[in-house]
């Protein structure tokens, strides 16, 4: 493997020199080989976990104590289901539910539950992402959106199409670092394209609606 | 069609009478039929309207000027292709592109286009949501997830999916101004939940990668 000094890993990481200075002190960043007194020689392994760490901390916006918590999970060579769940957990943070949805949080608790087992998914229970999904359904329920509770099957099976996805893009990273960057960026920066793109679809399929024939005979010869 | 109070009104929309008046005042809500020199009655399209605007200002966040804008969309008995174009252009606003993908915005425009075309989407190429497509899909070259952009046509068609049911739900409502509060909470609410459920979709098909054989294997008797 290719080593460089610090200089060129500043550049090739397009971060300044201090930076990385205090990742190193921080344990953040693992030690290069020393060459000199005063010089160490680092490889692409540092390259990639401060990729790593500039996603978590800049891209993500996540406070240190965040950043620390994944590289250390990182570190101890985990399953990328380890990884990604702590990632999750620290990309995803805790909201305390609101008094006005209290009162539906057991029962949506058992929507999204039946849902989930319906659909042979293996996800933890006591994850941040499930006590999410409970929130938002009982958010639904309380504004009276019943309708897209009931279609809570057909969203997860969309969503299982889009999780899907990540995964394998992820799985295809070499390194841990450089697939638990890939899930950092995949949940910062997919998430917007997602959205952007569901907005599209309801232009088309509003568009659709209001216009049946086009989208019907498209095509087809008069 | 039942008349009600003032007083009433503001019970079933969870609004304090002085924020129902101000309202008034400002000509977000249509005036009740006079009753006396000081009192009117008001009916279900008032409390409906009066739903769009708390959907509007108080869970979407937004100001009063683009819920003005909204309402007066609604006012004017537009499709609900219409309707829902400014709802979205009022939700997701614009944001300025920043230096480092501006780069990549012509390439990412023409990634998107020949996506939507391959689709047959009909979708507005000038709206912000399209914008927006565009800005994450330059946002994620620049972060080198190209892998994520390559996949941009599957991820279009999971999102097809997902607005297919936004639009299912909404066009089932009684009234332009139900239909737009269900715009609003399905963009507002109904995107935590997906993001979760994608979240959670994400955890079983990591696990499913750790072992296959489970994943597999189920409901196959040995």
Known sequence: MAEMRMSELATRAELPVATIKYYLREGLLQPGRRT????????ERHLER??????????AGLPLAKVREVVRTVDGDPSLLDAMAVTQDALVGEATDEERILGGVAEAERE???TLAALGWRAHPDSPAHRAAVRAIAELRAEGLD???VRLPEYARAADEVGRLDVEIVA?????????RGVVLGSVLRRPLLDALVLLAQQHHAAALADPRRA??????D
Do not use: C, H
Not at 52 to 57: E, G, N, T, Y
């Open 36 to 43: 000199g007194v005063n010089q160490a020689a680092y490889d």
């Open 50 to 59: 401060l990729r790593l760490i500039r996603a978590l901390s800049r891209i």
């Open 112 to 114: 999204l539950s039946g």
């Open 147 to 149: 309708d897209a509770v």
């Open 172 to 180: 295809r990273a070499e390194g841990l670092d450089a697939m638990i």
């Open 216 to 221: 019907s005979d498209e095509g087809i010869p």
